[in-house]
Each structure stands twice: as C-alpha cells, then as structure tokens.
C-alpha cells in the first residue's frame, strides 16, 4: 500500500475536523475524497502533506510513517500538492513557474518541461504570459504540471474540476488517465461524482470529518442511498 492513513484526528484550533479518518490508497491507483463543501477533504489532503498535521493517528507513506513531518519533507519523500488555488506566482510566466518548480524539488524522473507541455499543449502557446493573466483552466494546467515538475509518486489533487467547463474537465479526465499511465498515483478530492467515476477506481464519502463509505466507484454510483445522503447538493 503507498499511502496509508489510520485513525487521524485533525484540528483547527479547538475545531475537531477529522474524525477518525482512514483511507487506503495503492501504488498506481486513482482514488477520490467524495462529499459535498466543507465535509474535510480539503483538510484531509492538508493533513497528508503536513499543512494540517493531525494530533492523533497515523500516516504511512511507501511504508514510512509521515504523519508530524513538515510539508517540505513530506514533498521530498514523492508527494506533490495542487491546491484548488492552484498556488502558481501570479507575477511570474508560465515557463518561469515551471522552471521554479524544477529547481525547488531535488527528486529526478521522467517529467520535465517538454514532457509536461506534451501533456498541456496549450500551456506552450502561453508561455510568455504572466500566472495572473491565464483562465481558471490554465491555472489548473499550470498547477498540475508545477506538480509533476518535481517528479512526484503521489500526487494530491483538491478540486480538479471545480469551475471548469465541460470540454474542460472532458480535457482533464483524459491528461489525468495519461499521467496515471505513468506511474504516478493519485488522490483527489472533488464532489463531481460523474467527474470521479471516470476517473477514479475506488472513493470515500466523507461527512462532518468522517469517513461514511468506502468502495469502488460503481459500487458509490450505484448506491442512490449514499448518493442522497452524502453527495446530492
């Protein structure tokens, strides 16, 4: 298993967040936090990468415990975060930002500028141009090939397809198949359920920071139970 998170209970201040939360994620797989906004996905995938450390529990990543590591360690080890701000320099080209990313990671693989503009064709036309001037969907272009720039094994993804056109996300679901076909796992949190299945292969539901339901993603599509009570906005 690459990525194991047993029990961990997070908070904000005094605010209990995460519940007992666990989940499984294996080598090479694409998996989802599913729930409506502001049920813990988001802190979730904090608290993995150490922004939001849990003060209980435990996270195992290839088999060693990451949990109370700060965020920088944990990226060392193979974790990549593309939060749903996309959290690229609104002052810096599209070249530039990847460039930096490049530099800041000291991790070696397959992913560099021409690969990664193979992947996002559009963001060789924009290469010139500022992170502040590109769309929403650039932005998460841009995002995600930051991420892959320092040559990830996990890659955790908040809100892929929120804000995105149809052709958008259509786009999204076919680079993210492609960047799977590479190795490279993924987790991503989204409450798209239609976005998920295609795809995801297994997903949790959370609820009130806690993990309702575990499963494959048609045995989720399949349950109109779950998806009233968990999903349906």
Request: hydrophobic share 40%; charged share 25%.
């Amino acid at each position: 298993m690459l990525l194991s998170v047993s029990a961990i209970d997070t908070y904000y201040g005094s605010s209990h967040i995460l519940q007992e939360v666990s989940l499984e994620v294996s080598e090479g797989e694409i998996a989802a936090l599913l729930g409506r906004n502001g049920v813990g996905k988001t802190t979730t995938l904090r608290s993995i990468l150490g922004l939001s450390p849990p003060r209980r529990g435990s996270i195992r990543f290839a088999g060693e415990e990451i949990a109370g590591l700060p965020a920088y360690a944990v990226s060392r080890k193979g974790v990549a975060y593309v939060p749903d701000d996309y959290r690229i320099f609104p002052d810096l080209t599209t070249d530039e930002n990847l460039e930096i990313a490049r530099r800041l990671s000291p991790r070696m693989g397959i992913w560099n500028r021409e690969r990664v503009l193979e992947l996002f064709p559009k963001l060789s036309e924009l290469s010139r141009s500022k992170g502040i001037n590109l769309s929403g969907g650039e932005k998460k272009m841009l995002g995600i090939g930051r991420a892959l720039m320092a040559n990830p094994t996990l890659i955790l993804l908040d809100e892929p397809s929120e804000g995105l056109a149809p052709l958008v996300v259509a786009n999204l679901v076919e680079v993210l198949g492609q960047i799977h076909e590479q190795g490279v796992t993924i987790l991503l949190a989204d409450q798209n359920l239609k976005f998920c299945r295609k795809v995801c292969g297994r997903g949790y539901v959370l609820e009130k920071g806690a993990v309702r339901f575990g499963g494959g993603m048609e045995e989720i599509w399949g349950n109109e139970e779950i998806i009233r009570k968990y999903l349906v906005v």
